[in-house]
């Protein structure tokens, strides 16, 4: 379980992943996964009550790096030195070349085994995404059969918003340091359940405790504590913004 009281990412530190992620054109999968690495780095030093090894704008394009390989959405080293100089360095246009580069190559690679020392050579991250697809595909409310997708034109238009906003949850669980805290399961399903109550939909079941059963593999109880510490340590306020509900989406 993580501590929720370590020193995490900040919200420019994520919007520098973002960012990186966007200009090597990365999924959301991948960025999440950086964004976790990185989280447990910042844990890890404040655990070991330690200065930071690793210089911050390096170590955060590195978890980057490694979330590629996890997510298997390979970079090349070179694609990632030139945007993490490109945005350590915004005002310069060209890219390192000759022995600058050959330098910045041999502190990425070392830089590279401290970093997975750091993090136990454990990589592995379960992102509540994969987990909010499934339940939404078993639910029913895709339009297709097959391996469920992130990707919510999979889903009946009445459900399309709530997918959309169960999915931005999750990402604010990512920014929140909360993806490492309880089960991906049970985390999607707070997901859920706080898109579904902004929406002012009611779920597909007689109670709370029965659908969390069914989906979270929890009590209700337990499915509301996290739905409470996600609204508590997450900055959901824009999700709450111009909402309107949608067509009712229960079973007939």
């Known amino acids: 379980m993580s501590d929720i009281r370590a020193r995490h990412a900040t919200e420019k530190e994520i919007a520098y992943l973002r960012e ?12 999440a996964t950086g964004v976790v690495l990185f989280h447990r780095y910042c844990e890890f030093t ?11 704008h390096i170590c955060l394009i590195l978890c980057l790096y490694l979330a590629t390989k996890v997510t298997e959405e390979p970079r090349k080293q070179q694609d990632m030195i030139n945007v993490g100089y490109k945005l350590a360095h915004p005002t310069i246009e060209t890219h390192p070349v000759g ?15 401290v970093l997975m020392r750091i993090l136990g050579f454990d990589m592995y991250v ?9 339940i939404f595909h078993g639910m029913g409310w895709c339009k297709n059969s097959g391996i469920p997708s992130n990707n919510t034109e999979d889903l009946d238009p ?18 929140a340091a909360l993806v490492d805290y309880t089960s991906a399961r049970v ?24 659908w969390a059963y069914v989906w979270a593999k929890a009590s209700g109880s337990y499915v509301k504590d996290i739905r409470r510490l996600i609204e508590d340590r997450a900055d959901l306020t824009n999700l709450y913004d111009n909402v309107e509900p949608v067509p009712s989406c229960q079973a007939e």
Request: aromatic residues 6%.
């Open 126 to 134: 379960e992102l509540p995404h994969v987990w909010i697809s499934y």
């Open 187 to 210: 985390i999607a399903a707070a997901c859920i359940v706080i898109a579904m109550d902004i929406h002012r939909e009611r779920l597909p079941a007689r109670n709370l405790d029965e």
């Open 46 to 56: 404040y655990q070991q009550n330690t200065i930071e090894p690793l210089n911050t």
């Open 99 to 113: 022995d600058h580069l050959e330098a910045l190559r041999n502190t990425m690679t070392k830089s590279e085994l």
């Open 158 to 175: 009445h459900v399309k918003r709530i997918a959309d906003t169960a999915y931005t949850t999750a990402n604010k669980v990512v920014e």
């Open 20 to 31: 990186a992620s966007s200009m090597l054109r990365l999924p959301t999968s991948t960025w």
